[in-house]
């Protein structure tokens, strides 16, 4: 049986899986953290704004103020 390769260093054997993703992971990728052990990418995370909020949570706003003036101009305009 062949060994399990580092889904990053494909000439490194993979040690333990990232604890998010599932993808094998060498000792050199590893990163240690609350939630176990991960890959550099989930360890990561979604990349965050100054304030502290993911840029995905201001398109939802934005999408949503859309949403809310698309239905109250109809009301306002009779």
């Known amino acids: 049986m062949s060994p399990i390769r580092c889904a990053y260093h494909p000439d490194r054997d993979a040690l333990q899986y990232c604890n ?14 609350a939630a176990g052990n991960l890959c550099r990418s989930c360890a990561e995370g979604p990349r965050r704004l100054a304030g502290g909020r993911s840029a995905h949570v ?3 706003a934005a999408a949503g103020a859309v949403l809310l003036l698309l239905w109250l101009v ?4 009779r």
């Open 58 to 60: 201001w398109l939802w």
């Open 74 to 77: 109809p009301r306002l305009v």
């Open 20 to 33: 998010r993703c599932g993808k094998a992971i060498c000792s050199a990728c590893v990163v240690r953290a």
